[in-house]
């Protein structure tokens, strides 16, 4: 939301009734596959998908990995559909709702992972990548999702555009190796927000060193 210290007593009592009202109304899932690596010349064949992982920035990220999970969670369609109708009545709600949602996506994929890694063995892992990130084109959204099955288990689908629909949705991989990995710093390098990112103009970053 552009607050840079602790929020002013108005925004936090926004954030908090916002808060309530999307808690009560997001449906928060996921869906994973585990892929075998296959590194050619061309790119990265993750399993069955039927098109390759291409990119200078993913085949860093997966050097040295022979498996990856790949993954989308979704908040649901409600989500989508609070920061609409907030935005009939209260654009102040609706860009409060809409930036707690997009945090909130994220929280998913956290405890998705915590979970995933709890079943699945995976001695050393990589952070998650998403389409779009670095140069791993976003194009591959449609494919990533027809291998998860996505829309059927999630309903979650993709538009010609490459948007994730709901919005309030992530698709990621991670690498998984037998040896140690890189996990290097998440970042401004490879981000393709770095020349209008905020947090860069105000000398942060988003991430940190994992």
Same mark, same amino acid.
């Given at each position: 939301m552009g607050v840079r210290e602790v929020p002013a007593e108005n925004i936090a009592g926004l954030l908090e009734r916002c808060e309530k009202r999307v808690l009560d109304v997001i449906r928060p899932n996921y869906v994973y596959r585990e892929a075998e690596l296959e590194f050619t010349e061309n790119g990265i064949r993750a399993g069955d998908m039927n098109e390759l992982l291409t990119g200078s920035d993913i085949a860093r990220h997966l050097a040295g990995c022979t498996k990856a999970v790949l993954f989308a969670a979704t908040l649901s369609a409600e989500a989508d559909k609070l920061i609409r109708q907030a935005a009939v009545t209260d654009v102040a709600e609706s860009f409060a709702i809409d930036c707690l949602c997009s945090a909130a996506?994220?929280?998913?994929?956290?405890?998705?992972?915590?979970?995933?890694?709890?079943?699945?063995?995976?001695?050393?892992?990589?952070?998650?990548?998403?389409?779009?990130?670095?140069?791993?084109?976003? =194009?591959?959204?449609?494919?990533?999702?027809?291998?998860?099955? @996505?829309? !059927? /288990?999630? +309903?979650?689908?993709?538009?010609?555009?490459?948007?994730?629909?709901?919005?309030?949705?992530?698709?990621?991989?991670?690498?998984?190796?037998?040896?140690?990995?890189?996990?290097?710093?998440? =970042?401004?390098?490879?981000?393709?927000?770095?020349?209008?990112? @905020?947090? !860069? /103009?105000? +000398?942060?970053?988003?991430?940190v060193r994992t």
């Amino acid at each position: 939301m552009g607050v840079r210290e602790v929020p002013a007593e108005n925004i936090a009592g926004l954030l908090e009734r916002c808060e309530k009202r999307v808690l009560d109304v997001i449906r928060p899932n996921y869906v994973y596959r585990e892929a075998e690596l296959e590194f050619t010349e061309n790119g990265i064949r993750a399993g069955d998908m039927n098109e390759l992982l291409t990119g200078s920035d993913i085949a860093r990220h997966l050097a040295g990995c022979t498996k990856a999970v790949l993954f989308a969670a979704t908040l649901s369609a409600e989500a989508d559909k609070l920061i609409r109708q907030a935005a009939v009545t209260d654009v102040a709600e609706s860009f409060a709702i809409d930036c707690l949602c997009s945090a909130a996506v994220e929280q998913v994929c956290d405890a998705a992972e915590e979970e995933i890694f709890s079943v699945i063995e995976a001695p050393y892992r990589t952070w998650r990548f998403s389409p779009g990130y670095g140069d791993l084109p976003l =194009g591959i959204q449609g494919s990533f999702l027809k291998m998860l099955n @996505a829309q !059927r /288990r999630i +309903g979650l689908t993709v538009t010609d555009s490459m948007l994730l629909i709901p919005s309030k949705s992530v698709t990621a991989l991670i690498g998984i190796s037998d040896a140690p990995v890189s996990r290097g710093k998440r =970042g401004c390098g490879s981000c393709n927000m770095r020349e209008s990112c @905020a947090y !860069r /103009r105000g +000398g942060k970053s988003c991430q940190v060193r994992t």
